[in-house]
């Protein structure tokens, strides 16, 4: 029978953004095995019922350290022997390195990186010791890249930003993908909100993510029109030097000048109570998860002209587009939404449109089998 493996870097992503993809593997007639750090047995328990075979990778997902990490390597490059998968999908940093760079031992898998955004590398650097783990990350990039089978981006500008830094070879096939692609049985449309108008960011917390530029729009607005409404779901990244700090929020929640809800693990009953996504990112996405999430929903977009961003709106039409870092554009188009409501409607349907044409799940897995000629 043959063998696929799936390897990401953080293990709930496996059924939250993966599952589709293990499932369209497994119809294809592939035993798949999935691979990632950590333990949670809940999302354990989820991938044996879809028939998924789970192995725990001793990887960490964040910092660079050598001796760590070629630890993870060589557990990959025994693993990989033992297994021998026809076919390796990685996605995030650390397994697109590690992961393929352990794959080139076995000649007869084909490997894909899939490149769903840049984070940590793709923003400017200003410190020294930044500039200095960048260098490392490009370095190990080129390294693990110079015999990959198969590229898979999620934005051209990404693709842009390989090339700049030479880091693929001349034989490596590339393609781009629409995001990751959503469920659009799992993420339905719903009816639009017209009153309350009611604004919605989800997002990691901190500043590159546009949560602070929204912060500071809600103010404003709420100055004008109080009866607004502005709701943050997020996990506060303590330790994280760009984050926003806790006590910031509840004071702002508190005052009522947004609703912070937390973090959630499913986010489908505050997008249906919502009438506009708002990410001001200004973060280098692939495609932001949470956009096609809301897209699949029916809800129009405000969201910057940023990589990976920018595709999931189109301006004027099912959103609009601002510059990022620009809180006085964010209020003209937040503004837009309270004194014309029905561009809630008009705009959530194209959306939705969009969501369908382009985005769904089995419609990009499909495209990725395609072009990697997995049969």
């Given at each position: ?128 010791a930044q500039k200095f783990i960048r260098a490392i990350i490009l370095t190990l ?35 781009i993908t629409s995001g990751s692609g959503i469920d659009l049985d799992l993420f ?188």
């Amino acid at each position: 029978m043959k063998k696929a493996i799936v390897f990401g870097s953080y293990l709930p992503s496996l059924i939250n953004f993966r599952k589709n993809l293990l499932i369209d593997l497994i119809d294809l007639n592939y035993e798949v095995v999935a691979l990632a750090p950590g333990e949670d047995k809940e999302v354990e328990k989820q991938l044996s019922e879809i028939k998924v075979k789970f192995i725990k990778v001793p990887l960490a997902r964040t910092g660079f350290n050598p001796w760590r990490d070629m630890k993870c390597y060589n557990f990959l490059k025994k693993l990989f022997k033992r297994i021998k998968p026809d076919v390796l999908i990685t996605y995030t940093i650390k397994p697109n390195i590690y992961g393929t760079w352990a794959a080139t031992s076995i000649s007869s898998c084909k490997t894909i990186a899939w490149i769903t955004g840049l984070g940590y590398i793709g923003m400017e650097k200003k410190k020294c010791a930044q500039k200095f783990i960048r260098a490392i990350i490009l370095t190990l990039y080129r390294r693990a890249f110079r015999r990959l089978n198969f590229i898979a981006f999620q934005n051209p500008d990404d693709e842009r930003f390989f090339d700049h830094y030479r880091l693929l070879n001349q034989n490596t096939n590339r393609t781009i993908t629409s995001g990751s692609g959503i469920d659009l049985d799992l993420f339905y449309k719903v009816p639009p909100v017209l009153n309350p108008v009611t604004f919605l960011l989800v997002a990691r917390l901190i500043a590159a993510k546009g949560v602070k530029i929204y912060i500071d729009a809600a103010v404003r607005i709420k100055k004008k029109y109080p009866t607004a409404q502005f709701r943050l779901i997020g996990m506060l990244d303590k330790g994280n030097p760009d984050a926003i700090k806790e006590n910031e929020i509840r004071q702002l929640h508190d005052a009522g000048v947004i609703f912070y809800c937390g973090f959630q693990k499913d986010i489908r009953t505050e997008l249906a109570r919502s009438s506009v996504f708002v990410l001001p990112s200004y973060y280098r996405e692939g495609t932001p998860r949470t956009i096609l999430e809301a897209l699949a929903m029916g809800k129009p977009v405000i969201t910057t002209d940023n990589p990976g961003c920018r595709e999931t709106t189109v301006d004027s039409l099912n959103g609009f587009l601002i510059p990022v870092k620009n809180t006085d554009k964010l209020v003209e188009a937040l503004e837009k939404f309270i004194t014309n409501p029905e561009l809630i409607k008009k705009m959530g349907t194209e959306s939705y449109g969009l969501a369908v044409r382009k985005y769904d799940v089995h419609k990009v897995n499909s495209h990725l089998f395609k072009f990697a000629n997995i049969t």
